[in-house]
């Protein structure tokens, strides 16, 4: 496995070198600074050619939180396109089909927390990005995209890194629509001292603030659906803003507490890595409110405080911190979560995502889906490894390879054929999932998956928990009414008839 390899992309960056070493003006050396420099940047495919290799020049930055710090050797890059620079905007598909194809910033990211570069060992380079790729599997929700690629500067090989979408005003446009002088955005920032809050970094924090003191007030009753914009009966109230994307955070939160993520959206007695975006102006459906983006999540599948059987939901709470609540620098998506499972709409309706992704055959957070998107992360850089264990593995006490990186990528897939039981005692003690498992649909003894087909005349059979009753529907309603009550078209369900479809 010696050797460079083309197996990914180059990206090639030139600058002048005392912008990034002296001591004086480089930000390299500067890295807590937010400084921008001049940097011409190209990638080079030679597997694929001109079609995926594109030149521009761009404000280059230093990225990243905790990791800026001197004892980082490796840092993270920001790429910005300015008409400073002579190119207002990237137009390359740098994500082929799977996203747009004009940036107004680009991160090149790279692995930090457990990084062989950072003197650990136990890095495998994948858990951040599949986190981020899980949270796209499950359907609907804005997700960072990314691919990775080796970095040389100034001709001298960096190491493994990865092309990252930065989620801000110009990603909100893109794939939210609108204009980006309409949107809101949130983010965790800090100052030198590297302390931490969470607030509005583009446009006004009316809307944030506003949520805020809806959480703060409490949503056991008719501030839930303020929140959404509905009236007390769910009817639409165009006097009250769109504030919550109940869905979008639902998959958001169990998403981090089904991958044990300690490091977002908080860490300790303070939020982190949180970014989210809202359009001020309303009318965009299932896409109004603010919506959670996941990011910054090494800290997760097995790596970190949350192992396979911990329980995460403490996390961003009173429970694990007294200073998470009620200051308005720390709101956070963790907090909100867990005041508005008081609700009990918002509830059950968790418990319905939670079904549909972690438990039910073909849900993006299942074994065989959650794993088939960690082997397909792992078949891109295993190439690649080699080349960052050369560069930077002499700053382990045991120098990583290939073989390191393998056992490394054992310990999250072990957490992810592992992990479902742990996830789901955790929100049964919290009463945030039913404590009957939920009946399975089958036809021909095959249970079925969102998208199958089925005909008239055909049987289905409904797994039914000992000594429960089941209602069913055909016309696609929830045979449970808002408020708990059972809707009169609703039919019992009868082991022995079977459920079988006809014309009406």
């Not at 001049?38 to 594109?54: C, M, R, S, T």
């Not at 989620?167 to 309409?182: L, M, Q």
């Not at 009817?235 to 993520?261: C, E, I, K, Q």
């Amino acid at each position: 496995r010696a050797g460079f390899t083309n197996a990914i992309p180059t990206v090639s960056l030139v600058v002048d070198p005392k912008f990034l070493f002296d001591k004086d003006v480089g930000i390299y050396v500067n890295a807590l600074r937010e400084w921008e420099r001049l940097a011409l940047v190209e990638q080079i495919d030679p597997v694929n050619g001109p079609a995926n290799e594109w030149s521009a020049p761009a404000g280059l930055r230093i990225r990243g939180g905790s990791s800026r710090n001197a004892d980082h050797p490796k840092h993270s890059f920001r790429l910005v396109f300015r008409r400073d620079y002579g190119l207002n905007k990237l137009k390359f598909p740098l994500f082929g089909d799977e996203g747009v194809s004009e940036f107004k910033k680009i991160d090149l990211r790279t692995s930090q927390n457990y990084a062989w570069a950072y003197g650990i060992s136990g890095d495998n380079f994948i858990n951040e990005v599949v986190s981020r790729d899980l949270q796209g599997a499950v359907g609907g929700d804005p997700y960072s995209r990314t691919r990775a690629c080796h970095l040389f500067v100034n001709g001298v090989y960096w190491g493994l890194y990865q092309t990252d979408e930065r989620i801000d005003e110009h990603y909100a446009e893109s794939y939210n629509g609108g204009d980006k002088e309409e949107y809101d955005v949130v983010r965790t920032f800090h100052d030198e001292r590297l302390t931490f809050e969470t607030g509005v970094v583009e446009g006004d924090d009316a809307a944030w603030h506003a949520l805020w003191k809806l959480m703060d007030a409490g949503f056991a009753g008719a501030n839930y659906p303020k929140a959404c914009g509905l009236d007390a009966d769910y009817t639409r109230n165009a006097d009250y803003p769109v504030l919550l994307n109940p869905t979008n955070l639902m998959h958001y939160m169990m998403n981090v507490h089904w991958a044990a993520n300690t490091d977002t959206p908080s860490y300790g007695p303070a939020p982190n890595n949180v970014a989210a975006f809202r359009n001020r102006v309303d009318g965009h459906g299932d896409r109004d409110g603010f919506q959670f983006v996941l990011h910054d999540c090494e800290h997760a599948l097995g790596f970190g405080a949350g192992k396979v059987e911990s329980d995460t939901t403490k996390y961003g709470t009173t429970e694990y911190a007294s200073s998470m609540n009620g200051t308005y620098a720390n709101f956070a998506p963790a907090q909100l979560h867990y005041r508005l499972c008081q609700n009990d709409e918002y509830r059950m309706a968790f418990a319905d995502q939670v079904y549909r992704h972690v438990l039910k055959k073909g849900g993006a957070l299942t074994v065989p889906e959650a794993l088939k998107r960690f082997s397909a992360r792992m078949a891109e850089v295993d190439a690649a490894i080699s080349c960052e264990a050369a560069r930077w593995g002499a700053t382990c006490a045991t120098k990583p390879d290939h073989e390191q990186w393998l056992t490394n990528c054992l310990t999250s897939i072990s957490f992810i054929e592992r992990r479902a039981p742990y996830f789901l005692k955790a929100y049964r003690d919290r009463k945030w999932y039913p404590s009957v498992d939920a009946p399975t649909l089958s036809k021909d003894g095959e249970e079925l998956v969102d998208g199958d087909r089925v005909k008239c005349g055909d049987v289905l059979t409904l797994t039914v928990p000992d000594g429960t009753t089941v209602y069913y529907t055909l016309d696609g309603s929830d045979p449970r009414q808002r408020g708990g009550e059972l809707d009169p078209a609703a039919t019992v369900y009868d082991a022995d008839e079977g459920l079988v479809l006809d014309r009406n």
